[in-house]
Each structure stands twice: as C-alpha cells, then as structure tokens.
C-alpha cells in the first residue's frame, strides 16, 4: 500500500510541475494586437497608409509542453500575421462620434453612432479576461491557465459565422474587421482603445433600421421587448420560427456562449400587432476549440456543462439548451423544430459552407478552414436528430419562473414570468 501511495504521490508532484513549467511561460495576463516591422506606433503616421499587416494576439504561442497541458487551440491563427484596413472614425461610415464605452466581461468595446443616428459597436479581437480570474488562481500563481484559455475562441470566426447566417437567412451583424490607431476621435479614450484591432458591426439595438427586413420601428433588447409585452399583450409576439432556426444554427456552428445578453430584436409593427425577429451577436465563441490536460479537467459537462468543445457530434446538449431557450421556445411544437432543421440543412448547402470561408485570409483558411468545414458537414447531417432532442429537453424541464440576464428591473407578473408566450402549446 505504502508503494502505492509513493507512486500516486510522485505522479500528482510531476503533474502539479508540469503545470506549473506549462503556466509561467507566459508571464502577461493581456496583450493587444502586434503591427508587425513597426518600432514606436506613435510616431507612426497612420494617415499615410490604408492597410496594416498585424497579428491578432502573440500572448498565446506555446511550447510543446504547453500545448499538451493547456491545448493547442488557435494559437497558430491568433499569431499568423493578416492585412487589415486602417480606420479613422471622422470618415468611417461618413463619420462616426463616440456615445459611450461597452463590454463585457472580457472585450472592450465602444459605441459609436453615424449621422443617420445608426449604432455601430467597436468591438476588441483581443480579450482581457482579468475579471474572471478567480482570487484562488491569482493567490496560487495559476491565473494564465484562465487568460490562456482565450486562446480557444477563433479570433476571426465572426467573419465566417456572418456569411453562414446569410446562407441561412438569419439576421447578423456584419462584422467587419479593422485596425483603429490613435487618433483625435477617440480623444481621451486613445490610451486605452488605440492601435487595436476590431470589429465593426451594428448595434443590437436603436430607433434606425439597418436590417434588410422592411417595416422595422426599433430594434429592441431582451428588456424593452418584455416591456413591450407586458404593455400590449397578445399584440406582441416573436417569429418563433426563426429563433428555432436561429438555435439550431448556434448548434451547428458551435457557438455554446448564447445567453439572453447576446440578442437583439428587430420589432415590426403592422396595424397595431407587433412581431419581433431575433438577431444574434456576439460570435466570439463558435467554433470554440477547448483541448489540452488542465482545461479538460476544469471545463467538462460536470463542471461547466455549456462550455463545449466543436467536434462532429455534440457532446452534452442538455448543457446547451438555455434559460432564454425555455421562456422563448416553451410553446413552440416539434413540427415547428422538425420544420427549420429541414430548412436550415437545405439551406446549408456544401458549397455554400465553403464559400462562407472566403473572407478568411489563405493563411488562416489554411490552418483551420478545411477541418472546421468537415465539422459543419458533419453536424449538419444530424440537425434533424438534434432539433428533437432539443425540442425533448425543453418540454422536460419543469415551468417556473425565469429572470433572463440584463431583463432584472422588469416586474412581469403571471404567466409571462415563465415564458414569452405560456398560453400556446403549453398544458
């Protein structure tokens, strides 16, 4: 017994080394992008030049021991060097004026508005994920295990997942990628949001309609169509179609990040009646690339269920179906599910996936396009299977009462504090 335990306790003291070799490579816990052959970027005069080659993020690079125990990820797509264009705010989109500062717990962001009063978001590639370090991590020097993680996310999959939405006729954003130097727009804000990359994309919510969809009053957050609801009643519903479709899309793609924050609403309003058509945001997880010893340990589907590694089957899809799932999907039926998994995987066609890849750079095609392509394919072939199963988790899960993240100041009373719409479908 005595030799067992020596051995034990000679295997875990190896591993607590490993990690530890695997966490102080990299002593940085954020980083902004890197303009290559460039020494000072402030005496850089951006102005001159309409481009810029760049690397998305070199914090990540890794060596084999690394790897094996904090995963390969995309850290080769995060340190390939991409040419983007320069962008200026005072000709952006015919000019654009700061509102305010966003974000959330990782990316920073600005808010930004045209002439027009449309809303865009500049949104950071690089992330900080700072705020979710835990206090442990920081105390016992393991914080990188935490910052290295974003190192997972596929920095351009935005790009991908907007041209794979359009194929599907979902609403997106359409993100565009760019490089924002220093300069007189930003003013007091240059420190912290100059000489970085972004991504340009509309706002998920405002007066102007930027949407292809005619007759569109608002584009609504989750908490002003809910108030929007408890005003006008049965006059307010959404297109619960095109959220199945929506979902089921998410699945695909992988994208296991998909909490009430992450929508916007396109509201039409037609003789009194109010319909909404869901818009996704926030793209930063699909194709979400978990490996490695210690993340397979910490991020598993009984530890953290919804966080999801994107391989040709799903993994854990319990773990995937939302609070924002139940209030909005509740009364929805299997023929409509069974409907839109036919749809989208018409939709989905080969050579429409492989055209969504055309915005990507050769060199970042080369070293993750054809496998993420083989995935898609893969998970298309199952949607069927998978919008039932879906539709079945959802119907076992027991009514209750549910506050969807950024709605807590609304007060809903009865039934639609259970789900959008309780009194169709629902026993």
Request: charged content about 25%; aromatic content about 8%; overall charge neutral.
């Amino acid at each position: 017994m005595r030799k067992f335990i020596l051995i034990g306790s000679a295997i875990i003291l190896v591993f607590i080394v490993l990690v530890y070799l695997s966490v102080s490579e990299t002593k940085e816990s954020f980083r902004t992008c890197e303009v290559l052959n460039i020494g000072d970027m402030d005496k850089i005069k951006f102005g001159e030049f309409d481009s810029v080659t760049v690397a998305a993020n070199t914090l990540y690079e890794a060596s084999p021991l690394k790897k094996v125990m904090q995963g390969k990820q995309f850290r080769e797509a995060w340190a390939t060097p991409i040419t983007v264009p320069i962008a200026f705010l005072d000709t952006l989109k015919g000019g654009l004026k700061v509102i305010e500062q966003g974000g959330g717990k990782q990316t920073h962001s600005i808010e930004l508005e045209d002439k027009l009063g449309i809303r865009y978001t500049l949104r950071s590639l690089s992330k900080d994920p700072e705020k979710l370090v835990p206090y442990l991590a920081k105390d016992l020097g393991l914080e990188n295990i935490v910052v290295d993680g974003v190192s997972a996310q596929h920095p351009y999959a935005a790009l991908v997942v907007a041209k794979l939405s359009e194929a599907s006729e979902i609403l997106h954003t359409h993100p565009k990628l760019m490089f924002v130097p220093k300069q007189n727009s930003l003013g007091k804000l240059n420190k912290k949001y100059g000489n970085r990359l972004y991504f340009l994309e509309y706002e998920s919510e405002g007066k102007v309609n930027w949407t292809s969809l005619d007759g569109v009053m608002e584009i609504m957050d989750n908490e002003s169509l809910l108030k929007l609801k408890a005003e006008k009643g049965a006059m307010v519903s959404i297109d619960q179609n095109a959220l199945i479709r929506a979902r089921l899309f998410d699945l695909l793609i992988g994208d296991w990040d998909r909490h009430a924050k992450q929508w916007g609403w396109a509201v039409i309003e037609n003789n009194g009646k109010y319909i909404a058509i869901p818009v996704p945001t926030d793209r930063d997880n699909a194709f979400f690339n978990l490996g490695g010893v210690v993340p397979s340990m910490v991020a598993n589907k009984f530890t953290h269920p919804k966080v999801q590694t994107f391989e040709k089957e799903i993994g854990f899809l319990p773990g995937l179906v939302t609070d924002f799932d139940e209030y909005f999907l509740r009364s929805a039926s299997l023929e409509q599910f069974k409907e839109e998994a036919l749809k989208l995987k018409g939709l989905m066609t080969n050579a429409r996936i492989e055209q969504s890849f055309d915005g990507w750079p050769k060199t970042i095609d080369s070293l993750n396009g054809p496998e993420i392509r083989e995935k898609i394919k893969a998970r298309r072939e199952n949607l069927e299977a998978t919008a039932e199963s879906f539709y079945g988790i959802l119907q076992q899960r027991e009514i209750k009462n549910i506050v969807l993240k950024g709605t807590e100041d609304v007060q809903l009373i009865g039934m639609l504090a259970q789900c959008f719409d309780c009194t169709k479908n629902v026993d």
